[in-house]
């Protein structure tokens, strides 16, 4: 038998009927805007330079992305899973951790110098997980606490102290 979490998704109720009368419920629906979707930065936004590379989508949350790996990766799935690995999980926090001490696109990029990562959960493939950071600096090096959550719980914390190098 499959793994629940693999089972397809049956399709969604039809939205029209002709010979239905339309409840006023169904009207309001249909006028309702969406949000616009925050645009994605360049891949150096995150310290990389492809965007099949990225496992992170911006939301319009300071501080806060949507955990969107491509599961045909090469290398951060080289293999079929039931859930996230904690390789994709690293390299979010890595990402965050760029994204949030650099904002803007830098030819300086970040290099990690410490990594203290604590795997709470399993992450699951087909439920939003959201990463968030804060940064605190000590002795110049600037320390990003990521957090990882997925319904409402912490599945993955992390503290990424990175150095940028100075070129001369």
Do not use: C
């Not at 979490?5 to 309001?28: A, D, E, F, G, W």
């Not at 996230?84 to 949030?100: D, F, K, R, S």
């Not at 959201?130 to 600037?142: E, F, L, S």
């Amino acid at each position: 038998m499959p793994h629940p979490h693999h089972l397809p998704t049956p399709p969604p109720p039809p939205h029209h009927h002709p010979h239905k009368h339309h409840s006023r419920h169904h009207h309001q629906h249909q006028h309702r805007r969406h949000p616009t979707p925050t645009p994605q930065p360049p891949p150096t936004h995150y310290g990389r330079t492809l965007p099949h590379d990225i496992v992170l989508t911006p939301t319009p949350h300071p501080h806060t992305w949507q955990l969107t790996p491509n599961p045909h990766h090469p290398i951060l799935f080289d293999h079929t899973t039931d859930h996230i690995p904690g390789m994709v999980l690293l390299e979010a926090a890595h990402q965050a951790a760029t994204a949030h001490t650099h904002p803007t696109p830098t030819t300086h990029p970040t290099h990690p110098t410490t990594l203290h990562a604590t795997f709470h959960h399993y992450t699951e493939h087909h439920t939003p997980t959201y990463i968030t950071t804060n940064t605190t600096t000590n002795d110049q090096a600037p320390t990003t606490h990521i957090t990882a959550h997925q319904n409402n719980t912490t599945v993955f914390t992390a503290q990424l102290t990175t150095h940028t190098p100075t070129h001369t």
